[in-house]
C-alpha cells in the first residue's frame, strides 16, 4: 500500500506517513488506492475480537507491518483494562436508535479509539528506524487529551498541545494540563480552535523548520488516525448483523450519525462505506458552528474567522476549518490531486470553495446527509432521552441524536456514534437535567490537581522559539 498527497505527489508506505503529518506541499495523505472487504471478507471478521478485527483492517492499510507486530500493537492499545466495556465498544438500544459506546477509553472520549493505537504505532516505528518525534497537535478538547494520555512518558515522543484559552470544559482542561510528564507541553492560545489548528498548519508547511526539529502530528490529519477508526464502523456493523440471518446479512443496511468539528470521524465513515461496509447514510451532525452543514446543503465550503466562530456547549465541535474535508473533496473530484491543489488556492483567494456544481452527489453518490444543533436542541435532547430510556448523553451525542432524528428512514438501523461520557460537561448536564453526574473520587481528585500550562498569544514566532527550546533532538 502507497500514499500519495491529495495535492499531488507519493509520500511512501503506511509507517512513513504516520510521522509526516502534512505532505510537503499542504496536502493530505490518503491511500493510494482503497482497499475493498466483500460479504465473505465481512463474514470471515465476524468472530474477531476487537483487537483482532483492529488488526485485519489496519494492516489492509499498513502493509508494510508484518502482520505478528501488528497485532501485538492493537492489543497493546485494546487490551491490559486500558477500556472499561469487555467488548471495547459497546452497543446500546435507546429510543428507537443504538448508540455505538466509543468512550470506555481512559480519557473517556472516542478519540482514545484511534489515540491509543496511534500511540503504540508511532512508538514501534520511532524504534525501528531510530528516530524522535515532536508532535505539534491542536485540540479543541478530546484530541489533546487523548493523545497526551496515549503519548505520555515515552522516551522518543514529546507532544507540544495547543488549545484554546478558555474554550474547553473544567474537566477536558483538567485532563490536559494536570498531566506533569516531561515530555508533555500544554500550551493555551489566546483565540479558537481554528487559531491553533493554523499555526499547526504554518508550522508544518515550513519544511525546512518541520525537519530540523523532527514535528509530526496526531490530530485526525494523521492518516494512522483515520484507519484506526475505520475499525468501530467495521464493528458496529458486524454486532447489527449478528442477529440477522446469514443470507440477508450482505444487503442489511445501517446509517451512522457523527457528531463532527474536523471531519476526520465522519471521514472514517466514507472509507467504511466506499471499502464495502454496507452502511446506507451518513449523517453528518454539527453545532452552531455549521460550515460543514451548509457545505453539504449548498456544495459552497465558507470556514469562518475567529471572531464568528462561537464558543458553545458541544466545545470539542467549536471547528469552522475542517482540516479533513480536503480528503473528501479529493475523492468527490475524481481523485485528481490538480483539481483538489486549485480548490484549496482558491479558499486561499477567495475564502470560499464553491463546489455545488457537485451538489446532487453528496447524498445519491457518497450519502452524506447533514443538519444543525443548536444549544437549546441539546438541552432538550438531552433531557428526552434521559426520560425516555434513563440514558444520560453528552453533549455532543446529543448534537448526533438531534440530527439523526430528522434523517431516520424506516427499516433502517440508525447508529449514533457516543463521542464522549457525560461526567466531562457536567455542567450542561446538570442545566438539561437540574442535576449533574455524580463525580466519583478520581474526578475529584483530577480536578482539583495542580495544572501545568504556558499560556501564549496567537503568534507563530513565539511558538516557533518555544518549540526549539524544548523539542526532542
Not at 453539504?296 to 458553545?312: E, I, S
Not at 470560499?352 to 444543533?373: K, M, N, P, Q
Not at 455524580?438 to 496567537?458: F, G, H, K, S, Y
Request: hydrophobic share 40%; charged share 25%.
Amino acid at each position: 500500500m502507497q500514499y500519495i498527497s491529495t495535492r499531488g505527489g507519493t509520500l511512501g508506505q503506511y509507517s512513513d506517513v504516520l510521522l509526516e503529518g502534512l505532505a510537503p506541499n499542504g496536502g493530505l495523505a490518503v491511500p493510494e488506492t482503497l482497499p475493498r472487504l466483500s460479504a465473505d471478507d465481512l463474514e470471515r471478521l465476524r468472530v474477531l475480537t476487537y483487537p483482532q478485527l483492529a488488526t485485519e483492517i489496519i494492516g489492509l492499510f499498513a502493509t508494510d507491518i508484518p502482520r505478528a507486530d501488528l497485532a501485538r500493537l492493537t492489543e497493546g492499545a485494546y487490551g491490559d483494562g486500558k477500556f472499561a466495556a469487555e467488548e471495547i465498544v459497546p452497543l446500546t438500544a435507546v429510543d428507537g436508535m443504538t448508540l455505538v459506546g466509543l468512550s470506555e477509553g481512559p480519557t473517556l472520549a472516542f478519540k482514545d479509539m484511534a489515540m491509543q493505537f496511534l500511540g503504540e504505532a508511532l512508538e514501534y516505528v520511532l524504534e525501528k528506524n531510530d528516530r524522535v518525534l515532536n508532535v505539534v497537535g491542536a485540540t479543541s478538547g478530546d484530541t489533546g487529551s487523548a493523545a497526551e494520555h496515549a503519548l505520555r512518558g515515552l522516551d522518543r515522543v514529546s507532544v507540544f498541545m495547543l488549545s484554546p484559552q478558555g474554550r474547553m470544559s473544567a474537566f477536558q482542561r483538567a485532563q490536559m494540563y494536570s498531566l506533569q510528564d516531561a515530555n508533555v507541553h500544554n500550551i493555551a492560545v489566546e483565540g479558537v480552535f481554528d487559531d491553533c489548528q493554523n499555526l499547526v498548519k504554518r508550522l508544518n508547511t515550513d519544511l525546512d523548520f518541520k525537519r530540523a526539529h523532527s514535528l509530526g502530528a496526531v490530530n485526525s490529519i494523521n492518516f494512522g488516525r483515520i484507519s484506526a477508526q475505520i475499525v468501530y464502523y467495521a464493528w458496529a456493523w458486524l454486532r447489527m448483523t449478528d442477529a440477522v440471518a446469514e443470507p440477508e446479512r450482505a444487503s442489511f443496511r445501517v446509517s451512522f450519525a457523527v457528531p463532527s468539528g474536523n471531519f476526520g470521524n465522519i471521514l472514517s465513515g466514507h472509507y467504511a462505506r466506499a471499502m464495502g461496509v454496507p452502511i446506507h447514510e451518513l449523517v453528518l451532525a454539527t453545532n452552531e458552528n455549521n460550515v460543514l452543514d451548509e457545505f453539504f446543503r449548498t456544495g459552497h465550503y465558507r470556514p469562518r474567522g475567529a471572531a464568528d466562530t462561537l464558543a458553545t456547549s458541544s466545545p470539542s465541535m467549536d471547528v469552522s476549518r475542517a482540516s479533513n474535508l480536503e480528503r473528501f473533496v479529493f475523492d468527490l473530484l475524481g481523485r485528481d490531486p490538480e483539481r483538489t491543489a486549485a480548490a484549496w488556492h482558491e479558499l486561499e483567494e477567495r475564502d470560499e470553495i464553491d463546489l455545488s456544481a457537485e451538489l446532487g452527489r453528496f447524498r445519491s453518490e457518497f450519502g452524506i446527509v447533514s443538519g444543525t444543533s443548536t444549544h437549546a436542541d441539546r438541552l432538550a435532547t438531552i433531557r428526552d432521552v434521559h426520560d425516555r430510556s434513563g440514558v444520560t448523553i453528552d453533549p455532543h451525542t446529543a448534537d448526533g441524536v438531534k440530527v439523526a432524528r430528522e434523517h431516520a428512514e424506516a427499516g433502517i438501523p440508525m447508529l449514533v456514534l457516543e463521542t464522549a461520557k457525560p461526567a466531562k460537561f457536567a455542567d450542561l448536564i446538570e442545566e438539561a437535567l437540574g442535576e449533574s453526574p455524580e463525580p466519583d473520587a478520581a474526578t475529584r481528585a483530577l480536578l482539583d490537581a495542580p495544572q501545568r500550562v504556558i499560556a501564549m498569544p496567537d503568534d507563530e514566532q513565539q511558538l516557533r522559539d518555544y518549540i526549539s527550546a524544548s523539542a526532542l533532538g
